[in-house]
């Protein structure tokens, strides 16, 4: 066999024997707000093993296995934990420790999105350098801020092919659909946040069916009993004083065009969810609704989402402030005055990025209205948003912990400009 095939061939080696787990290197316990409105405390344990044991307020709760466990070789050879709780609850603990439980009144949130490590054809990132992928350290810095909620927008699975031979920077990274690569691109470098407050999860176009969608699933998807991948998943309503928070999963949406019957089927969801909004609503879904394309190759002008547009179009109701979203990998936003929801995009999580390619400005027109007033960051980061009388200031943040941006949200009014250097 030649040098450089051997070499190949021992690189993957490893990663045929299959994602087996091993006890050390499962995540802690974490807690997630699902679609029922209650909470779930989920943990990932050995087959086999036994549950791990949580109290609420001094009660011990039951505790339920979500799916099965695959064979040892198999992609997924772990037992995911669930035991359901009241949000109401001011005490958690799971075998003794401590869990977050979730605040009477949100003030601070954390919010991250598109955060995974890209390995995909050509387009590599070194997954073992910090620098190139600083989702590990965005974790940590957020997790010192003390937040009452996270919330990810979307896209956590993103080690789709095998790192390149002579790629240092990514090597010995698992890719595929399976528990090795949820634990490298997600949980081992969220550990800090996990652990620092719930968290409301939005599925992203890299969890569906042929991407990430079947450890989506298994690990986090928050309807209770939804276990095997489907394309779509029905839309909620969180209601966290003071927050309103409508979830849609807009993760199969085209973005360049408005498939008829996807069309018809996200109708039908916006329709049931918009219904009846509480005053100052938010809508969380993946892919932004009126925003600008990015990213090598777009053609300018191109906006997005071209589905969701069209599904949602007459729908939006005057109680709904904003659409939060990720998608794009840069931090944006977009105010169109009274007329329609801001959009804000907080995208710049961890995947590689490059400059933004499409300078944004007001008054272009994103599906028949005019922008008022925008505000892009192309840097990695995270936002930290806090409530304060009659909306909430919004903070973006670097790697290294600068402040890049402030923000300013009321109703539909969105304004960020640069901090003060």
């Known amino acids: 066999m030649p040098v450089p095939q051997l070499i190949r061939w021992l690189a993957i080696l490893p990663l045929l024997a299959g994602p087996q787990a091993h006890a050390a290197d499962l995540p802690g316990p974490w807690v997630e707000l699902t679609s029922d409105g209650g909470l779930d405390v989920r943990a990932v344990t050995m087959p086999g093993g036994v549950c791990p044991k949580v109290m609420a307020d001094g009660a011990m709760l039951p505790a339920a296995p979500r799916g099965t466990p695959d064979q040892p070789n198999g992609p997924y050879p772990v037992q995911v934990c669930i035991v359901h709780a009241a949000t109401t609850a001011r005490s958690l603990t799971v075998d003794g420790v401590p869990v977050p439980t979730l605040s009477s009144t949100i003030r601070r949130i954390v919010v991250i999105g598109d955060t995974g490590c890209r390995l995909k054809g050509d387009d590599v990132q070194d997954c073992n350098d910090p620098v190139k992928w600083p989702f590990a350290t965005i974790s940590r810095l957020a ?131 918009l219904a009846e909004v509480p005053a100052h609503a938010w809508l969380l879904t993946h892919r932004p609704v009126w925003a600008v394309a990015e990213g090598e190759g777009t053609p300018q002008g191109a906006t997005l989402n071209g589905t969701e547009q069209a599904a949602i179009r007459d729908l939006v109701p005057p109680e709904l402030d904003m659409v939060l979203s990720g998608h794009v990998h840069d931090f944006t936003s977009y105010e169109f005055g009274p007329g329609r929801p801001a959009q804000l995009v907080v995208g710049e999580g961890g995947h590689t990025h490059a400059a933004i390619v499409q300078p944004i400005s007001p008054g272009i027109t994103i599906d028949g209205m005019k922008l008022r007033r925008t505000f892009a960051i192309p840097d990695y980061g995270y936002v930290v948003l806090h409530r304060v009388d009659q909306g909430w200031t919004g903070t973006v943040y670097s790697v290294t912990d600068q402040v890049l941006a402030r923000c300013r949200l009321r109703g539909r009014e969105v304004s960020c400009h640069p901090a003060a250097r």
């Not at 990810?152 to 031979?165: F, I, L, W």
């Not at 042929?210 to 209601?239: I, K, M, Q, S």
């Not at 003071?242 to 807009?250: H, Q, R």
């Open 143 to 273: 997790a010192a801020r003390h937040p009452d909620l996270v919330i990810h927008v979307g896209d956590y699975h993103y080690r789709e092919s095998a790192c390149p031979a002579d790629r240092a920077g990514c090597a010995g990274s698992p890719y595929g659909d399976n528990w090795a690569v949820w634990q490298k691109d997600f949980f081992s470098p969220a550990a800090p946040l996990l652990a620092a407050a719930p968290w409301v999860l939005v599925r992203g176009n890299h969890e569906l069916c042929n991407r990430g969608g079947h450890g989506w699933f298994r690990l986090l998807d928050p309807h209770p009993d939804a276990v095997e991948c489907t394309a779509t998943t029905p839309p909620y309503a969180l209601h966290l004083y003071p927050l309103n928070l409508l979830i849609f999963d807009g993760a199969d949406a085209d973005d360049d065009t408005a498939d008829p019957g996807k069309v018809a089927l996200y109708r039908g969801q916006l329709q049931s969810l």
